[in-house]
């Protein structure tokens, strides 16, 4: 008994910065109505920038094309702490004003799809960018030097650090501060009013644009702050560290977006309830080796969403339900048939290069369908599609290997398995959708990873899984070959097929009545359900094809990959797949083709001669900020809108050349 209240003790650290996190959160939202999922990751930068700054005496510049870092202390000098966090804390100041002006201040009357879009890339933009200007330099896995004292104190007869204690005190006064601040001060009352009603407090004489500015400079001071105090405990890694947001976003869900008290109580809870499962797995043998700590937000988020329905409070302001236009497809099987034959035979003529691009790309294209049935039909924003490939990939290994079941049965089963887990992390979209949909899939693609992805059992371990050959009528359609034979062609040729298939097949979804009444409840739901649409049966429809799709996409990547692990299908690939898709065009097929294209190792990459995945990451995250804010139809509504344009501009220079 003991122990166990000294690790909950001990979970007090990470239960701190879950807080302080959570409640940067329900200040950006109160201030512009957007759930920030790159908070914790503008935290990780701010804390990069700190450590940096104190050891090195150089600032990391965070803007793509320019020098990596700037000096700005001399050779050899070394900052005081103080210096570099006071110096740090102004950075953090100015970043969230310029992310708020040029990343959600555009974004205030997009509907969810739109910021949750532009709060990903930011998302992978700050990601990318600490991987590059942080590679080789220790920081990413050193635990960097602390401010607050370590030294173990005894407390109720047990040891305990003392930067645990101090970062609850910490977050104890923040959250009596903020809490005094928004509810008895002119600041926190007008930001109040502008969360109801952006109209009345404009005639009061406040400015919500002002408002919402000094918020979000606030909120990422505090993401900073946190980060870069427990980074000496838990270590600074951009991707774990950015990954805290969804702690974090529980933490907020149970305070309502609304209360500090309760977020910060809630997030002190999760990090000491997380503590505790870490413990108690090391002290259970019959407890699977699998992250159960990272499974506890999913819970609770579900919990909360399941009891409250929709999460996120209302505000005052209005928005405009703009979704990117999903064409009626008039034309569908000449032109697929048209583009497979021109891959097919690019397959068999092409170099090995070449060959592995179509590959890619038709893969891709395969999952990327899976977000355009959900979030592009639908409006339904899922973040775990790669999650639910994996499922069907390791699920395909397993029913191959252990119950002996041949291709094409053991894929087609698999993504039947991928099906079940969307199914059941799509619960709460029978009554929830936009932002509080994103959050409880992005804590299911983490829960997901780290329960199943990352059991021995189910995926080989650290030596991974072989992937068999697939094999039809004695015809051996793998893609192992010797030399310039790899890939082999019919391996092209077999995903070719799939996903031609699965294209018509969406698109004559979308032609008919189920694409319609798709559209439906992404318009209305309400108005739909009172023409004799069941938005229930259409939403869990949504998501039993898409995700049968990511688990068909993940048996095809299984086999390209012919040896696979639980990296092969993190989080942040969902992410970067969902860029890809809004950027080519998240509500049509050519769309998700566009996505398949401009993949890493597709087409394009191809084309261009391979390059940096980060710097294209990077650049994935600042398109799709600019176009979720500008041209939410994606790549593919520019093209049409450009043919649309073309005839008509040929028509008005004849009708002069005639008049």
Not at 27 to 55: C, D, K, P, Q
Not at 159 to 188: E, H, K, N, S
Not at 505 to 527: P, Y
Not at 531 to 558: E, P
Request: hydrophobic fraction near 55%; include cysteine.
């Amino acid at each position: 008994m003991t122990e166990n209240l000294q690790y909950l003790l001990l979970g007090l650290g990470g239960g701190a910065v879950i807080a302080a996190l959570g409640l940067g959160l329900v200040i950006g939202y109160r201030a512009s109505g957007v759930v920030n999922f790159a908070h914790a990751a503008l935290g990780m930068w701010i804390a990069f920038t700190y450590f940096e700054l104190r050891a090195r005496g150089e600032l990391l510049v965070p803007i793509l094309g320019l020098p990596d870092r700037v000096r700005v202390a001399p050779s050899g000098y070394r900052l005081s702490w103080a210096t570099a966090l006071g110096v740090t804390l102004v950075l953090a100041a100015v970043y969230g004003l310029i992310v708020y002006l040029l990343v959600f201040r555009p974004m205030r009357r997009a509907p969810a799809l739109g910021k949750v879009v532009a709060s990903l890339g930011l998302f992978l933009y700050l990601l990318a960018m600490a991987d590059m200007r942080t590679s080789g330099r220790g920081a990413a896995v050193a635990r960097p030097e602390g401010l607050l004292p370590s030294a173990v104190v005894p407390l109720a007869g047990l040891d305990i650090p003392q930067d645990r204690l101090w970062l609850t005190l910490i977050v104890v006064v923040a959250t009596g501060v903020l809490t005094v601040c928004y509810r008895w001060t002119r600041f926190g009352i007008a930001t109040r009013a502008a969360a109801e009603n952006e109209t009345g407090t404009v005639l009061l004489g406040y400015s919500p644009d002002r408002l919402a500015a000094l918020n979000w400079m606030l909120a990422t001071i505090l993401a900073g702050a946190a980060v870069i105090l427990i980074a000496p405990i838990a270590g600074l890694d951009p991707s774990t560290t950015s990954l805290l947001v969804v702690p974090a976003l529980a933490a907020a869900l149970l305070g309502g977006f609304r209360s500090f008290v309760f977020t910060a109580v809630a997030g002190l809870a999760i990090g000491m309830a997380q503590s505790e499962l870490l413990h108690l797995r090391s002290q259970w043998d019959w407890l699977p080796d699998i992250g159960l700590a990272h499974g506890l937000p999913f819970v609770l988020i579900i919990a909360v969403l399941a009891f409250r329905g929709e999460g996120l409070p209302a505000r005052g302001a209005i928005e405009i339900t703009r979704f990117p236009r999903a064409p009626r497809p008039t034309h569908v099987v000449a032109p697929s048939a048209a583009l497979a034959v021109a891959a097919i035979a690019a397959l068999l003529t092409l170099g090995s290069s070449w060959r592995s691009a179509i590959i890619v790309t038709t893969v891709i294209t395969l999952i990327a369908l899976s977000v355009v049935v959900l979030t592009g039909f639908v409006g339904q924003i899922s973040l775990m599609p790669m999650a639910l490939a994996g499922i069907g990939a390791f699920s395909m290994i397993k029913l191959s290997t252990s119950a002996g079941l041949p291709f094409p049965i053991a894929p087609l089963l698999a993504a039947g398995l991928a099906v079940i887990v969307g199914l059941t992390a799509g619960v709460p979209a029978v009554r929830v959708r936009g932002m509080n949909l994103a959050i409880a899939t992005l804590a299911a693609a983490v829960a997901v990873e780290e329960l199943v992805l990352r059991w021995s059992w189910f995926t080989g371990g650290l030596g991974g899984a072989q992937v068999p050959r697939p094999e039809l009528f004695g015809i051996d359609l793998g893609i192992q070959a010797a030399g310039d034979a790899f890939p082999r062609p019919a391996f092209g040729v077999l995903c070719v097929a799939v996903v031609t298939v699965a294209g018509i097949a969406v698109a004559n979804l979308r032609r008919g009545s189920t694409g319609l009444q798709w559209l439906a409840v992404r318009a209305n739901e309400r108005a739909a359900a009172s023409v004799g649409v069941d938005v229930r049966h259409a939403k869990l429809t949504a998501f039993a094809i898409s995700s049968f799709l990511a688990g068909l996409g993940g048996t095809l990547l299984a086999y390209e990959y012919q040896t696979l692990s639980a990296t092969s299908f993190v989080v942040f690939q969902s992410l970067a797949l969902l860029a890809l898709t809004y950027l080519g065009g998240v509500a049509s097929v050519p769309g998700a083709v566009i996505a398949g294209v401009l993949a890493q190792g597709g087409l394009l990459s191809a084309a261009m001669g391979g390059g940096s995945s980060q710097t294209q990451f990077a650049l994935n995250g600042a398109m799709l900020i600019l176009v979720a804010a500008v041209y939410p139809d994606g790549l593919d509504g520019a093209l049409r809108a450009l043919r649309t344009r073309l005839p008509t501009a040929r028509r008005a220079r004849s009708a002069h050349a005639h008049s």
